[in-house]
């Protein structure tokens, strides 16, 4: 089991910056692939970003490569997302998630995730 808390959500202008971050307690992060997952109101929740256990291997959305970067500090067992360049469609609620797959092909599809966060807001305004 592990446990998940997102912080570092708000409300940003559009063209500027934010940085997620999510602790895990419980069993060691380094345990699992983890990722960032977001869902805006009316939509389906939609994959961001992925990263392999050791941190060597990430993955994007087409829709945030560039502006968006993942990253994970094992021993603080900790996952961050730094946002750059936000954008009005940027605007979701932020959810960090973990698996046990070690099958890299799978961490896009959020089926695989068996921990979730509660979510944190983040609101980019025009």
């Known amino acids: 089991q592990v446990q998940l808390v997102e912080s570092g959500g708000g409300l940003v202008q559009a063209g500027g910056s934010a940085r997620l971050s999510c602790a895990a307690s419980g069993r060691t992060a380094s345990r699992y692939g983890m990722a960032w997952f977001r869902q805006a109101p009316g939509k389906e929740r939609e994959f961001v970003a992925a990263?392999?256990?050791?941190?060597?291997?990430?993955y994007y959305a087409d829709s945030v490569k560039g502006r968006f970067t993942i990253s994970r500090d094992n021993a603080k067992n900790t996952l961050y997302l730094q946002m750059n360049s936000l954008k009005p469609e940027d605007t979701a609620v932020y959810s960090c998630?973990?698996?046990?797959?070690?099958?890299?092909?799978?961490?896009?599809?959020?089926?695989?995730?068996?921990?979730w966060g509660q979510g944190t807001q983040v609101t980019v305004s025009s």
């Open positions: 990263i392999d256990r050791s941190g060597d291997n990430t």
């Open positions: 998630a973990a698996t046990a797959t070690t099958v890299e092909v799978f961490y896009t599809d959020y089926r695989w995730y068996s921990y």
